[in-house]
């Protein structure tokens, strides 16, 4: 049974359990209650239940979302981690600009719950004018938010009200990661899933310590598990969670992640991990792309690129690949789409992706 605190604070109210009870049930009853609202007032409907578990949806990056059961033990235990790593307290400001459909957004409202702080709501596709005069102990936002963000004028300005930020969800391009190292504001990029309730590492995107390595939260260990993939030990767990993420592991408590096993690029032999190539190429491509294959004859995959939008000039694009890439790193064709087909909360879909540059392919033929 989970013990319910005497009070939540949303949007700077205090609300008793009786009180809480009644603005759930007045909420919900609202028929033109927009989607992102109605996904967090469900979930403080379903958080305040007497049952053990939330029911949970995986992203869906690698294929169909699924539907999983999370204990709130362990929800709570995730919550009060990152509570203490960012030394967060009672009366806190923290914003939610995350849907509460997915784990990211339940995650920031337990941790309000759990720790006492302040639950600031705004729509996920806000253009957080709010920033301009309010500032945040912690927030947690999307690549997308951010680079939107940073493209105003007042962008970079409104990002460093937030003290701590956290970014997760998906890659982050080197581009973006560039102009979030220059800000005042410790951020962070975390690494985790739905199954270990949010995250469970991070790395420091902005000041004197970022680094490409991930660091554990405490109780938290990994090891190299099947196909050199890393495996997350939690200490209230019995069992490892084995993930689909190639590490390099550099401690019990740190390790950096190299990709998924299920993208890498089997060409002429040679193991390819197409999210190394990106970071590579990031300062030659405006806009969106990625690493894929086609089948080959004599290689039996051959690299292409695949970029986000209009056909351009491609021989130029190849040309400045040649002089930043390895030889058998360089891609032998390039293919546009005008939209990348991505999750709900903004993963690429790289099957998808692979999918539709064969049928590219094929036409060509």
Known sequence: ???????????????????????????????????????????????????????????????????????????KRSASRTIEFFGLQAGNRILLSLPCRFIAGKMMVLRAIIGRMDLRTVHPSSDFDLLTDENFDFGAMVPNQVFKLLESPSGKARLENIRNLLIGGSAIPANLEAQISQLKSRVVSTYGMTETASHIAIRELSGEKRSDVYHCLSGISVTAGENECLQIHIAESKEPLQTKDIAEILSSTSFRILGRVDDVIISGGIKYWPEKIEKTLQSAIHGRFVISSLPDEKLGEKLVLVIEGEPTDSEIILQKSAEILAPFERPKAIYFICKFPETPNGKLKRNDIKETIKLLFHKVQ
Do not use: C, H, V
Request: proline content about 8%.
């Open 1 to 75: 049974m989970i013990k319910i605190p005497i009070t939540m604070k949303i949007n700077g109210q205090d609300y008793t359990t009786d009180e809480l009870t009644m603005l759930i049930a007045e909420r919900l009853s609202l028929p033109q209650l927009p989607e992102w609202e109605r996904e967090l007032y469900t979930f403080l409907k379903e958080w305040f239940t007497p049952s053990d578990f939330i029911e949970a949806q995986t992203s869906g990056s690698t294929g169909k979302p699924q539907n999983i059961r999370l204990p709130k033990t362990t929800m």
